[in-house]
């Protein structure tokens, strides 16, 4: 219980650091620690204030400090689904020393594992993944409702496992290409925002907890918005967005609507609006 206390409050306080950072003001902590997002992964004991910290900081720091964004960045590898689409942004960006800070944090923290505990870490981590695979995602043994995906939204509907692959297929390549459309086109806050909500849309497994990395993208869009202008509605779907992880497990179990899903859906069409 000690060891738990030290890892939530450590990497909240990095999450929050983070944010501060991105917008800074105390109204930016206290939305921080009054999000239902936050409530959910302290309820489950869960890592996405690690990852929600390393993927917004990488960003914020992009042009600022690329090399030490790139450590960040690399610093995903922990966590792959969510660094699916950092090379094709890295790339579409042309930031070259983003790019070897991230392979070189990727690449030594694979060397340190093979250093520490050698291959058969590795052999475990390769042998896992068809369970997780058959079980947790196409079986949804975690619960359709609590996985956030365009896959899990078109399981709980009844699709067969084939379609929900194709429909999660087109979400990750629509979100992966809007990311780095962004990436080439947009101000980093535009593009920031849209790379966080990118990496929730393409992969099928995401949980309700990770949503702490939609936060994210409504802090990104908070900073374009104070620089250029609120559009119409903006306001009401970050607020949406923002309390969607309050009730979106329960209402998707209640009536198959995909709340958490259509909210990070919104954030994503928010960013590609702007």
């Known amino acids: 219980l000690a060891a738990l206390a030290l890892w939530q409050a450590a990497t909240l306080g990095a999450a929050v650091a983070t944010a501060a950072r991105i917008v800074p003001g105390r109204a930016t902590i206290l939305a ?24 917004t900081g990488g960003l914020w720091l992009l042009d600022r400090r690329p090399i030490a964004a790139g450590l960040l960045l690399g610093c995903l590898v922990y966590k792959p689904q969510f660094a699916l689409l950092l090379p094709v942004i890295l790339l579409a960006a042309g930031n070259w020393r983003a790019i070897a800070g991230a392979a070189a944090s990727s690449l030594t923290l694979v060397a340190v594992t093979l250093l520490l505990w050698g291959w058969p870490v590795w052999q475990a981590f390769i042998d896992s993944l068809p369970l997780t695979r058959s079980i947790v995602i196409e079986q949804g043994q975690t619960g359709w409702a609590k996985i956030v995906s365009a ?8 699709a067969p496992v084939s379609l929900a692959y194709a429909v999660q297929g087109c979400a990750t390549a629509l979100a992966i290409a809007g990311a780095a459309a962004a990436a080439r086109w947009a101000s980093p806050a535009v593009r920031g925002a849209a790379a966080c909500a990118a990496a929730l849309l393409s992969t099928p497994y995401v949980l309700d907890y990770d949503l702490v990395i939609a936060g994210g993208a409504i802090l990104f869009l908070v900073v374009d918005a104070q620089a250029r202008g609120w559009l ?9 967005a923002y309390l969607a992880p309050l009730a979106g497990r329960q209402i998707a179990e209640a009536t198959l609507v995909p709340v958490d899903w259509l909210a990070t859906v919104a954030l994503f069409a928010l960013a590609m609006r702007r």
Do not use: D, I, M
């Open 232 to 240: 119409a509605y903006e306001k009401s779907l970050l607020a949406l």
């Open 151 to 158: 896959f899990s939204a078109a399981r709980a509907l009844g």
């Open 32 to 55: 921080v620690l009054a999000a239902p997002a936050t409530f959910v992964c302290l309820g489950h004991g869960q890592n996405a204030f690690l990852t929600a910290s390393l993927l």
